[in-house]
C-alpha cells in the first residue's frame, strides 16, 4: 500500500497566507486548498463573496467540494476564473521562493506558525492575520 503525504494551503488577499491573491473580491482568508495527487479537495473559509466551480454549464457556490485538479475555480463575484492546477502550482512555486528564507528568517526574525492555517507569524503577534485566529499569551 503506498500513501501519498496530503498538501494544504491558504489562499487570501491576507499577507499572512500561504498564498496571496491581491482583488478586491478575494477575502483575508478566502480558500483552503488540500490535495495529493491528483485529488483535491477545496474549502471556502467563510469568505464574503464566495468560492465557485465551474459544474455543468455554470459556477456554483460551494461551502467545500472535492474536484478534479483541472476544474475551474473562481474566486469572489469579479476575479477572473482559474483552474485548481494553477493554483497549487503557483503556491508551489512560492513555497520554493519562501522555502530558502523561512529557517533563516526563524532563527533571526523570531518567528512562529498559526496552529489553525499554519501561516509564519512574529512571536509577538496575538492573532493571525490570514485566518483570524487567536493566541494566548
Known sequence: ??????FQFTVGS?????????HPSVSRAHLK????????????LK???????????EYKRI?????K?????????????????????NYNLTKEKNKKDISKRVREEGLKR??????????????CDCCGAIFEE
Open 114 to 127: 498559526c496552529f489553525d492555517c499554519g501561516s509564519v507569524i512574529s512571536k509577538t503577534k496575538v492573532h
Open 47 to 57: 469568505s464574503e463573496e464566495g468560492t465557485f466551480v465551474f459544474h455543468q454549464g
Open 1 to 6: 500500500m503506498i500513501t501519498l503525504e496530503t
Open 14 to 22: 491576507s499577507s499572512g497566507c500561504d498564498l496571496l491573491v491581491d
Open 63 to 67: 461551502r467545500s467540494a472535492k474536484i
Open 69 to 89: 485538479i483541472d476544474t475551474v475555480v473562481r474566486l469572489g463575484s469579479t476575479l477572473k476564473p482559474i483552474e485548481v492546477r494553477e493554483l497549487i502550482n
Open 33 to 44: 486548498i488540500y490535495y495529493t495527487g491528483d485529488s483535491v479537495l477545496i474549502e471556502d
